[in-house]
């Protein structure tokens, strides 16, 4: 069969970390920011959400930051600078110099839009995919599937929907996504539904 018309890729979530040159005093932060979350005997860091855009960064005394809700590279880069201008605004010291920013994980869901995938037809006549892949269907609906580049997983599931995640990059996604389908349509268990 045909490969499926343009598989529908959408960003889900971002998770980025920044490493400022500097510590920071979480209940100096609290105080300043009534609506931050911080408890620090069930967990290290505070919870700093923004509406815009819609993010939680975690901020620990080390100076590290995890950003986490966006649904780009733009956006999580976005969100750490707010945050760090907020804090600037409030009188928290902050060293001149940016932070190190990582990306440390892209989720994003993918449609194949009219076409489902044959999951066991898929795991055992695998050549394309080799013994990268797992399916225990009393355990999970999905194939689990570890490509190796570029280095993401997939959850497969035979609705022609896929979960994606692992990668450091947008661009990483689209890739590995084009590639997923390119071998599926290889191995002949794309099915398009009437």
């Known amino acids: 069969m045909k490969s499926p018309s343009s598989p529908r890729i959408t960003i889900q979530n971002v998770v980025a970390s920044a490493t400022f040159k500097q510590g920071f005093d979480l209940n100096a932060i609290a105080k300043a920011f009534p609506d931050v979350q911080y408890r620090p005997k069930v967990f290290p860091g505070l ?113 022609g929907k896929l979960v994606c995640v692992g990668a450091k990059k947008e661009e990483d996604v689209y890739t590995a996504v084009e590639k997923l389908v390119t071998i599926l349509d290889e191995e002949d268990v794309l099915i398009r539904r009437p």
């Open 47 to 159: 919870a700093f959400k923004l509406r815009k855009p819609k993010s939680c960064t975690l901020i620990f005394s080390t100076g590290k930051m995890v950003c986490t809700g966006t649904r780009s590279e733009g956006e999580a880069l976005k969100a750490v600078r707010k945050v760090a201008k907020e804090l600037k605004k409030a009188g928290m010291i902050m060293k001149p110099g940016r932070p190190d920013f990582t990306v440390q994980n892209i989720v994003a869901s993918v449609d194949l839009g009219g076409t489902s995938i044959d999951v066991e037809e898929a795991v055992y006549s695998a050549r394309g995919i080799g013994g990268r892949i797992m399916y225990e269907p009393d355990q999970f609906p999905g194939a689990i599937y570890r490509m190796e580049d570029p280095k993401v997983v997939f959850l497969i599931f035979s609705t």
